[in-house]
């Protein structure tokens, strides 16, 4: 997590505005928001610029309270997709009220002693609590990039997901998130494969079995694939570019694992499968992808 540098300490300390906006200049500080710096290259992302804002924000809270809600995914280290890091959200126990800032979310609401944990010196909503959080409160495929990613740390369970839902009552989203923990599933391995998911639900397709091992007569594995039907005798891949990241040897160059991801394909057609790949720009035109596995389910 990213050192903080306040604009009341550097004053104290015999530094000028002057000095700072100069060091902002040469990149040797980052402003993260108004009087807090972060020392060095600006945070790579939006997930981990939020983390530094956050850092900020509690570390000039008045009143203490407990990170929650997508400030809570981010440090959790869970993945996002299209949503907005315009507010930090913190979480006050009752009867405390407020109603924020223009920086601050403000929630009041209930929490166990056992829905809150420490990082990074932070108070911070647990893993399930979190995630039941993002499930109320973010369109459904947003949250269920971050639930899958939840339940793939093996840090809870959709039985724990539902406990916590269970005890908010009736609560606003309460509805809405028990269906993002029904469809949410651990065993998708990226972004682009939850969103997958959800794009195949909207369009009525029958759902797939995940990370589907397909094997030969005697047992050897030919390939593990993102999504399968079995009764289709299909199998698809989200082909997100990270994952060729990942196929590569030491020395090899990305050329050579395409066409060794070529020749794995062609060993999966070999053995009665067909096979449909979608990449991430079409996930934004969902018809195109649900006509390419229609297809693909009524080939011969």
Not at 61 to 81: D, E, I, K, M, N
Not at 165 to 171: I, T
Not at 281 to 293: A, N, Q
Request: proline fraction near 5%.
């Amino acid at each position: 997590m990213a050192d903080l540098l306040r604009r009341a300490a550097a004053l104290a300390d015999g530094m000028t505005d002057d000095e700072l906006a100069r060091l902002v200049r040469r990149g040797e500080l980052v402003r993260l928001q108004r009087g807090t710096y972060t020392p060095g290259d600006p945070p790579a992302g939006d997930d981990e610029r939020h983390a530094a804002v956050v850092m900020a924000t509690v570390a000039g809270l008045r009143l203490p309270g407990v990170v929650s809600h997508l400030s809570a995914a981010v440090l959790h280290g869970l993945p996002t997709w299209n949503v907005r890091f315009d507010r930090v959200h913190i979480t006050r126990r009752p009867p405390a009220s407020g109603s924020g800032t223009r920086r601050i979310h403000l929630h009041i609401a209930r929490l166990a002693d056992d829905e809150v944990t420490e990082l990074n010196g932070l108070e911070v909503t647990d893993l399930s609590r979190t995630a039941v959080d993002v499930a109320r409160t973010l369109p459904f495929e947003q949250a269920v990039v971050t639930l899958d990613a939840a339940l793939a740390t093996g840090w809870t369970t959709k039985e724990l997901l539902s406990d916590r839902l269970s005890r908010m009552g009736a609560v606003p989203g309460v509805r809405r998130a028990a269906r993002v923990v029904a469809f949410a599933d651990g065993r998708s391995e990226s972004v682009g494969e939850s969103r997958s998911r959800v794009l195949m639900k909207r369009l009525g397709l029958p759902a797939p079995d995940l990370q589907v091992r397909l094997r030969r007569l005697d047992g050897s594995e030919v390939a593990r694939c993102d999504f399968g039907w079995r009764e289709h005798r299909t199998i698809a891949e989200f082909d997100g570019r990270i994952k060729y990241g990942r196929l590569l040897r030491p020395g090899q160059e990305p050329g050579d694992a395409v066409f060794e991801e070529k020749l794995r394909e062609d060993d999966i057609r070999d053995h009665g499968w067909k096979v449909a790949r979608w990449i991430w720009r079409e996930l934004g035109t969902p018809l195109v992808i649900g006509d390419r596995l229609r297809r693909a389910f009524a080939r011969r």
